[in-house]
């Protein structure tokens, strides 16, 4: 055995940028799975640029108790050989260094050449689209799977669309599924400067995103029952579960959007790499469930006056986004321009406990997709459904990541190869319920079918 396969299985999880703001919240909530009795993993280690800090984060992260021995490993995005020594040690790498257009591709680079499998937070579309493109085929050479926005972009939006979208019984089918995004705090809402960074990038660079899809063949479209649903207002009154509500330009569209092209291709999912053939009839089964259905993302409000402040900060990312000089005024001034919604150093841990996120999901369809080929049928079924958890950017998205790579350690002959969206490789497993036992909730809301 050469010395990279040797080193291949050291190490269950390498947590790459675990002295980050998001980074030791994923290492907290990691550490309450390693060595326990019923979990696969029995070996981690932190990675990152600085090895002082990342024993910080350790020492933070296991706060009261004392820090385990965990080896620190020192890797820099920018020096690929030390990422690809990284790879060879994991058999499964989370990347939690963004913001991922600047520092995400070498990673996965670095995982899909070694066949180490990769999972991050990202939620850049075209970061995500990008190294679909670049690395799905060499992925499926090595036996790796990669596997991008596995944090609160975007698992509560395509596990939440796929649990609305399999409520429907035939001969019910869905049109349309919105999401309406709640943020909820008992202090003050406050975002991770890197969400911000990245949305501000993404503006930037927007153009690129557009050329890039262009220049990619025609993906099949999902055949979706019934006409386009309406555009509907710019700010919608969404009464039955008391929301404002404006269209968010999220990564959770895109990301779902991809699922279900995915599964149009592939009907029936994915082949794990060794596979039962119990576990081949559960998986078919499972994806003969889930009906397509368009779907958009809002961000809601309790009050007009919270979504007049959404626009307000939409317009100043939107519009200094599109310049150097204008971007560098959101990125210097971020409480300022973003009216205290992001600050650099990030939220405390006392606001981070207080708060929390409600997504909902109303489903529009007929009662009868059958008789969609008469024509002038109006949507006469409405199905609500809800996620709901705590904070998103550091609580959802480490417990979110961390119950991912459960799953994958503790599934992997179940699961496919290549670079594939979260919900296409986790739907069908038991992520949802690993997500109900650890804090996020699905629950069926509402029900409304046409008076016999």
Request: aromatic content about 8%; hydrophobic content about 40%; charged content about 20%.
């Amino acid at each position: 055995m050469d010395g990279d396969s040797a080193a291949a299985t050291t190490y269950d999880i390498v947590i790459l940028g675990a002295s980050g703001f998001t980074g030791k919240y994923v290492v907290r909530e990691a550490l309450k799975f390693l060595n326990s009795p019923s979990s696969p993993l029995k070996s981690l280690a932190l990675a990152g640029r600085n090895p002082e800090k990342l024993v910080q984060a350790l020492n933070w992260a296991s706060h009261p108790n004392p820090p385990p021995a965990i080896p620190i490993l020192t890797a820099d995005t920018t020096d690929p050989p030390s990422l690809r020594r990284l790879a060879v040690q994991a058999k499964l790498l989370l990347n939690c260094v963004g913001p991922f257009r600047l520092y995400g591709e070498p990673v996965v680079a670095a995982c899909a050449d070694s066949g180490c499998d990769y999972l991050d937070i990202c939620g850049e579309p075209e970061f995500m689209e990008r190294v679909g493109a670049a690395f799905h085929e060499r992925a499926l050479e090595t036996g790796s799977l990669v596997v991008c926005a596995c944090g609160f972009d975007s698992v509560p939006a395509e596990l939440g669309f796929i649990f609305n979208s399999r409520q429907w019984a035939s001969p019910a089918v869905p049109n349309r599924v919105e999401a309406y995004l709640s943020l909820e705090s008992d202090k003050r809402v406050v975002g991770n400067f890197g969400t911000f960074e990245s949305a501000v990038l993404g503006v930037a660079n927007a153009h690129k995103l557009q050329q890039f899809r262009r220049s990619k063949p025609r993906l099949p479209r999902p055949e979706i029952p019934g006409p386009p649903p309406p555009k509907g207002p710019t700010v919608e009154h969404q009464k039955k579960i008391g929301l404002w509500a404006v269209k968010l330009p999220s990564a959770d569209s895109t990301v779902v959007r991809r699922t279900l092209v995915a599964l149009k291709e592939n009907p029936r999912g994915l082949p794990g790499v060794n596979e039962s053939a119990e576990q081949v009839e559960k998986r078919e089964t499972f994806w003969s469930t889930v009906k397509p259905a368009h779907f958009g993302v809002k961000i809601g409000s309790k009050s007009i006056f919270g979504i007049i402040r959404f626009i307000i900060v939409g317009l100043f990312i939107g519009l200094l986004g599109k310049t150097a000089f204008g971007r560098w005024l959101l990125l210097k001034f971020p409480s300022v321009l973003s009216l205290g919604w992001f600050r650099k150093r990030g939220p405390s841990e006392d606001e981070v406990k207080s708060a929390s996120f409600k997504m909902w999901f109303v489903g529009n369809g007929f009662s009868d997709g059958t008789l969609l080929a008469r024509g002038n049928m109006k949507p006469d079924v409405e199905i609500i459904t809800r996620v709901m958890g705590p904070e998103i950017g550091y609580s959802t998205t480490s417990i979110v990541l961390v119950q991912c790579a459960l799953v994958l350690l503790s599934q992997r002959d179940n699961l496919p190869r290549g670079v594939l969206t979260p919900g296409f490789v986790f739907g069908p497993t038991d992520l949802q319920q690993r997500l109900e036992e650890n804090g996020i909730s699905f629950d069926i809301i509402s029900k409304s079918t046409p008076s016999a």
